[in-house]
């Protein structure tokens, strides 16, 4: 039962535009939210985040957006880059000090 | 600075061969977590160590254990292996027992044959 889903497995975006990665949990006792970027050959590096009591958290060129009712959360990428191309994370825990469940991944492909 | 660090790289064994795994993590960082990584899948939380205390594990069979040395170090073993076992092993480490704060050594990709 994979409680953090992640239905896209890859995402080809051009350089320039947008890149939305979603990322949709079963658990609604889930309160904090992390993406990771991971390169070949590196480990997972953390992104951004968002706690359950926002539903917003922008930093710099990446964005997040959580919908509680509809247990969904989105990252934005805005403009894409070629550097940004990665495997994306969602990450999702029910509590402080808990560990995160993390999905299966989103490979992002960023093409000049 | 150095970040975490682990090793070996890659590692090749047997089906009910042991193994050993380690990881140093980042000066100062207490606490060390260690996941699986199976191809086309999340990392999956296996312990979290600090100060030498298991604090967290996951879902794994006894065949997997794991132990944090004085100076933050840690070793994470798995006995009688299975070809099921074949992963990136990732070991992350942290100042605290959060595990929000935490940054993610290279990984070890285990094959077992």
């Known amino acids: 039962d994979q409680q953090v889903k992640q239905n896209s497995p890859s995402l080809s975006v051009q350089e320039g535009r947008i890149s939305i990665l979603n990322c949709d949990y079963t658990?609604?006792?889930?309160?904090?939210f992390l993406w990771y970027k991971k390169y070949p050959a590196e480990g997972p590096t953390f992104l951004i985040s968002?706690?359950?009591?926002?539903d917003k958290n922008e930093d710099g060129r990446f964005t997040v957006f959580l919908n509680k009712s509809a247990k969904h959360l989105s990252l934005h990428i805005v403009p894409s880059q070629p550097g940004d191309s990665a495997v994306y994370f969602c990450a999702a825990r029910r509590n402080y000090g808990q560990n995160f469940v993390f999905g299966p991944g989103t490979r992002l492909s960023v093409l000049p | 600075d150095a970040g975490v660090t682990q090793s070996p790289t890659h590692l090749i064994k047997t089906r009910g061969q042991q193994v050993t795994l380690r990881c140093s993590p980042i000066s100062g960082h207490k606490s060390v977590s260690w996941y699986q990584q199976v191809l086309g899948q999340g990392p999956q939380f296996i312990f979290q160590y600090y100060e030498k205390e298991e604090r967290g594990r996951g879902n794994f069979p006894d065949r997997f254990s794991a132990r944090q040395f004085p100076n933050y170090s840690s070793e994470l073993n798995v006995n009688a292996l299975l070809l099921g076992d074949s992963a990136l092993y990732l070991c992350?480490?942290?100042?605290?027992?959060?595990?929000?704060?935490?940054?993610f050594g290279p990984g070890t990709r285990l094959t077992v044959t």
């Open positions: 992350a480490s942290s100042w605290e027992t959060d595990y929000y704060e935490q940054y």
């Open positions: 968002i706690s359950s009591i926002k």
């Open positions: 658990n609604s006792m889930f309160d904090y």
